[in-house]
């Protein structure tokens, strides 16, 4: 049986149908949304595959990993998502 999360839903990701990473005790998704107000979890890896056509990114549990000059890949990313405007 897999497990669940505290709030509610499947642990399991929207696009590929695959369980999501879970480390420590907790699962590690990116949360999007669709043009009808629904939230859904997805892989980050799965992520850029789904985003476009009314379907945006609206956060997640992210696993932090030190990428070049000792940033995390979430402050990576943000600082992307504030460059593209």
């Given at each position: 049986m897999a497990k669940t999360f505290k709030t509610g839903g499947v642990p399991f990701c929207w696009h590929c149908g695959k369980q999501?990473?879970?480390?420590?005790?907790?699962f590690y998704f990116a949360l999007v949304g669709d043009p009808a107000g629904h939230e859904h979890?997805?892989?980050?890896?799965?992520l850029r595959l789904v985003l476009g056509d009314g379907i945006r990114e609206i956060g997640g549990n992210y696993a932090t990993r030190k990428v070049g000059?000792?940033?995390t890949a979430d402050e990576l990313h943000n600082?992307?998502?504030?460059?593209?405007g």
């Open positions: 999501l990473m879970r480390k420590k005790g907790s979890r997805v892989h980050k890896d799965c000059a000792g940033r600082a992307k998502v504030e460059a593209a």
